[in-house]
């Protein structure tokens, strides 16, 4: 399985960036996206499922959208009204029995 993440980049505090992950393989039953800011343990921002059902971190619920196009196997994280606080590394994340990750992209939100 190989994931191509893309669309991290530096933004000013209250923009918008749009995530981008493509996944090979077969279509997954997760997909989701989880974030590592320095010095700190990396953890869920938003999965969503094959049916669409999602699910969100509350420090992102409101300001994040996360999406997915099945033909595409292709997982979307909209970023809106960033703040300096969301500034990590993104990865995505696929599952169905196993799990795999992305390579990371930074995101980096100035102030």
């Known amino acids: 399985v190989q994931l191509q993440a893309s669309g991290g980049g530096l933004v000013q505090a209250g923009g918008s960036l749009r995530l981008s992950c493509a996944a090979s393989?077969?279509?997954?039953?997760?997909m989701g996206w989880y974030r590592q800011a320095p010095g700190k343990q990396r953890d869920l921002v938003a999965y969503?499922?094959?049916?669409?059902?999602?699910q969100y971190a509350d420090s992102v619920r409101g300001r994040f959208t996360i999406s997915r196009d099945n033909a595409k196997n292709t997982v979307y994280l909209q970023m809106n009204s960033l703040k300096p606080e969301d500034t990590a590394v993104y990865y995505c994340?696929?599952?169905?029995?196993?799990?795999?990750w992305g390579q990371g992209t930074l995101v980096t939100v100035s102030s």
């Open positions: 393989g077969s279509i997954f039953r997760i």
């Open positions: 969503i499922t094959s049916s669409g059902t999602t």
């Open positions: 994340n696929v599952r169905n029995t196993y799990a795999y």
